[in-house]
């Protein structure tokens, strides 16, 4: 099923909703009853909201497992914006500009979101190990995390051994997280400060940063911004971070669902032509005009977004290479908000009949927990969210579709030149190019693509 789900609201709270069950938000779509309780739900409470500001939500929904929960997170968080004096979220802290407010932060001033970082496993174990396995490393130190969120890791610094622990979170949940600090036993080592980490004063330098940053394909919505600035401010010259250092890696695959969302971009444009006509012929006006740019409107919405995706292993058919590595210690914050690029050869070895082209790069990232190469730690750790038999963590893949496909065979390489910039209209979130060459393996269909996608 394809469909897609758009409300807008202004000041009063005054809204509006479609959920016509054959066109929503104009592309064909297939609604189970389960999934259109959902979005009644989410109808229903969406027109109560009053927001105080312009506030828009678009939530484009693709086929798996993880569409009904999505949306169900969709409405938990509308619920709660209508109950703000019982939510801790629900409220926007004087400091934090709005547009940025509704763009990032308001999620995170919920538990339920917290509830799902917390239940990633391999998340939760990486941090924790990193931390509480390397005591010695922050016994008697000074702490700082940036963006703390529910409080977990200044939790584990201080079980660690911390001297003090001063976590900064821009939203109310900070009054969750000193709860947790108080209740935990570490009143008087953790201090929760409330406010946005470029703004914060702290009394003293501090030994450790830790910070639990990463956003899709690892740099989406750049809080890794936050971690720089405290660094360079407040972190001594011998400190460490947690993480050390970010990997992006990037690897052909073949999508067993191209076929499908081919079928779903041409029928959209079928219905595009049924609906010009029947509006003529009722109406007696013609949108025939509009036909070339609605086509390219479906084209960048079925082959121009990046996907979260649950990739299996044997979904890819060559291995993964990095294209870029990140030192937290010297990373800058010019270097960050450039443009980042470079290219990279990647060699298919994997076509069989099953996966018998290459229709797609799959992206994801790795932090190493390694101290500082003057001071490593014992026991280092890396939190990889590569594909996995076990599952994906919270962040999943992102899925970069290669449009139209390319013929391959083992022992094919391609030349990628790669780049990675900040959307114009919202800089937390990410454009990213690809141009896509045969290297090596002959010329059978010239093999270039150019290719741009939105992470949003």
């Given amino acids: 099923d394809e469909y897609s789900v758009c409300g807008k609201l202004g000041r009063g709270g005054v809204g509006q909703f479609d959920t016509t069950p054959n066109h929503i938000g104009g592309y064909p779509n297939i609604l189970t009853d ?153 009143k008087d080592v953790i201090t929760v400060i409330q406010g946005k980490m470029e703004e914060v004063e702290l009394p003293e330098k501090v030994d450790i940063i830790v910070s639990e940053w990463m956003g899709y394909f690892l740099l989406r919505e750049s809080m890794l911004d936050s971690v720089i600035v405290a660094r360079d401010k407040w972190l001594r010259p011998d400190g460490a971070l947690f993480p050390s250092k970010a990997t992006l890696y990037l690897a052909p695959a073949f999508d067993f669902t191209q076929d499908r969302r081919d079928i779903e971009y041409k029928t959209a444009i079928q219905n595009w ?82 996966t018998p082209s290459f229709n797609a790069l799959i992206g994801w990232f790795d932090t190493d927990f390694a101290g500082t190469s003057e001071k490593p730690v014992e026991k280092p750790v890396t939190l990889t969210t590569a594909p996995s038999e076990d599952g994906p963590t919270h962040w999943g893949q992102q899925q970069f579709h290669v449009v139209p496909s390319v013929e391959a065979r083992n022992g094919d390489t391609f030349k990628v030149k790669w780049a990675i910039r900040r959307q114009k209209q919202n800089q937390r979130l990410l454009e990213v190019d690809f141009g896509l060459t045969r290297s090596s393996g002959g010329v059978r269909d010239n093999a270039h693509r150019q290719l741009t996608f939105q992470i949003n």
């Fill in 273 to 354: 032509g049924h609906f010009a006509q029947d509006v003529e012929s009722q109406y007696g006006v013609s949108f025939s005009a509009l036909s070339a740019p609605y086509t390219q409107e479906c084209f960048q919405y079925f082959n121009q977004n990046a996907l979260w995706v649950d990739t299996n292993p044997s979904q890819l058919i060559g291995p993964a290479v990095s294209i870029k590595t990140y030192d937290m210690k010297t990373l800058t914050l010019e270097e960050l908000t450039a443009i980042q690029s470079g290219t990279v050869d990647i060699a298919v070895d994997g076509i069989s009949e099953d």
């Fill in 34 to 186: 389960r999934r259109r309780q959902v979005i009644k739900s989410l109808a229903r409470y969406l027109p109560k909201v009053a927001f105080g500001e312009y506030f828009q939500i678009s939530i484009g929904l693709h086929a798996s497992t993880n569409d009904l929960y999505r949306l169900g997170l969709c409405v938990i968080h509308i619920m709660a914006l209508t109950a703000a004096d019982t939510v801790v979220g629900g409220d926007k802290p004087g400091n934090i500009d709005g547009e940025d407010f509704s763009n990032y932060f308001s999620a995170y001033g919920y538990l339920y979101n917290q509830k799902e970082m917390l239940e990633d496993t391999h998340r939760m174990e990486s941090y924790c190990e990193s931390i509480r396995g390397n005591a010695e490393y922050f016994k008697d130190k000074v702490v700082l995390d940036v963006g703390t969120g529910s409080g977990v890791l200044a939790v584990w610094a201080a079980q660690a051994g911390a001297r003090k622990v001063y976590a900064v979170e821009a939203t109310y949940m900070a009054k969750h997280a000193q709860t947790i600090a108080d209740s935990n036993g570490f």
